[in-house]
């Protein structure tokens, strides 16, 4: 069992920056391809970055690839999504998200815990 809890998010005029964490329970952290995905109010939650259980490799989604930047601290038990030149259209709630799948995986079904959520909201 892992539980996650985000956060960093914020309101931020566009491109600005922001970091979100994510600090997840538990010893086995290092277990865990770890996730974000977000979400705007009436579309499917999308897609954002995901990270390999020792931090190796990563894969973005193509909307914020080249701006966003994942990363985890096993010692901590954090995943971090670092995000730069934000846009308006980056405003969502923003979800980490914890995979006991091998590789880089980025479909919501291959990932077994999430956390509530924190608001992104980007000013133009």
């Known amino acids: 069992q892992v539980q996650l809890v985000e956060s960093g998010g914020g309101l931020v005029q566009a491109g600005g920056s922001l970091r979100l964490s994510c600090a997840a329970s538990g010893r086995t952290f290092s277990s865990y391809a770890m996730g974000w995905f977000r979400q705007s109010p009436g579309k499917e939650r999308e897609f954002v970055a995901t990270?390999?259980?020792?931090?190796?490799?990563?894969y973005y989604g193509d909307s914020v690839k080249g701006r966003f930047t994942i990363s985890r601290d096993n010692g901590k038990n954090t995943v971090y999504l670092q995000m730069n030149s934000l846009k308006p259209e980056d405003t969502a709630v923003y979800y980490c998200a914890a995979s006991l799948s091998y590789g880089l995986p980025s479909k919501e079904v291959l990932y077994d815990y999430w956390g509530q959520g924190t608001q992104v909201t980007v000013s133009s």
């Open positions: 990270i390999t259980r020792s931090g190796s490799s990563t």
